[in-house]
């Protein structure tokens, strides 16, 4: 059975352009959440999505930033017009329920964004 | 969501026992102890859970106070490979959980060979 997986792992981009991260949660997991830890920083969640729904985005930046959860394929964070301060891992996770806080999330390996 | 305190470092020698704490004395009757742990350039992994009563697994064992206000991640014996930063969470059950997690600074973990 595959774990999350996260592609690409490792991301370059130039200031201004756009970056697109991929999570493909683990097989039966209907529910994926991203978080972002900035170097030397621990992990801060950013959004909360089911299929084709965003339940929680608390934690997603006002601007530039987007998330979905297609009913088929991965689901896709989205940053436009990056900067430098975006440069960070970036982690999913999956789970197979939202409302059972006895079911872990499962991590994926994180992509990591560098910005130049 | 109530708060969890842990120390910053600790550091053992392998084969050895490790006892990680974690206080937290605002803990609702409804909130789950949860422990992750995260190695270098990893993402952070599920090790174990509980609510009352202690737990054991395959990884580690969970201790928890009868007061819940603390609780007690167990290694039993200390491998190089679990060098990580250990993070205690708390998460509230059915009806008020969001879902997400939040984590703290964590404990940082080294062994010594």
Same mark, same amino acid.
């Given at each position: 059975n595959a774990g999350v997986m996260q592609n690409p792992r490792h991301l370059v981009r130039r200031r201004g352009q756009e970056a697109r991260l991929r999570c493909s949660p683990m097989k039966g997991h209907s529910h994926v959440y991203w978080y972002r830890q900035l170097p030397e920083e621990g992990l801060k969640f950013m959004v909360y999505l089911q299929k084709e729904n965003i339940? /929680? !985005?608390? =934690?997603? &930046?006002? !601007?530039r930033f987007s998330a979905e959860f297609p009913k088929e394929g991965p689901s896709i964070l989205r940053i436009q @017009?990056?900067? #430098? =301060? /975006?440069s960070a891992a970036y982690f999913c996770a999956s789970s &197979?329920? #939202?409302? @059972?806080?006895?079911y872990e999330q499962y991590f994926g390996p994180g992509t990591r964004l560098t910005v130049t | 969501d109530a708060k969890t305190t842990q120390p910053n470092s600790m550091e053992s020698n392998e084969e050895e026992p490790v006892h990680l704490p974690c206080n937290h004395s605002t803990i609702s009757g409804t909130d789950y102890i949860h422990w992750y742990r995260q190695l270098p350039s990893q993402g952070p992994e599920y090790v174990i859970h509980g609510l009352t009563s202690n737990v054991n697994n395959r990884m580690a064992s969970l201790a928890i106070a009868e007061d819940r206000k603390s609780s007690t991640l167990i290694l039993h014996r200390a491998t190089l490979r679990d060098a990580a930063v250990y993070y205690c969470i708390l998460r509230k059950n059915y009806g008020g959980s969001q879902g997400n997690l939040i984590f703290g600074k964590g404990t940082k973990l080294s062994v010594k060979p």
């Open positions: 339940i /929680d !985005e608390s =934690g997603m &930046p006002k !601007e @017009q990056v900067v #430098r =301060g /975006d &197979p329920s #939202r409302v @059972q806080a006895g | -």
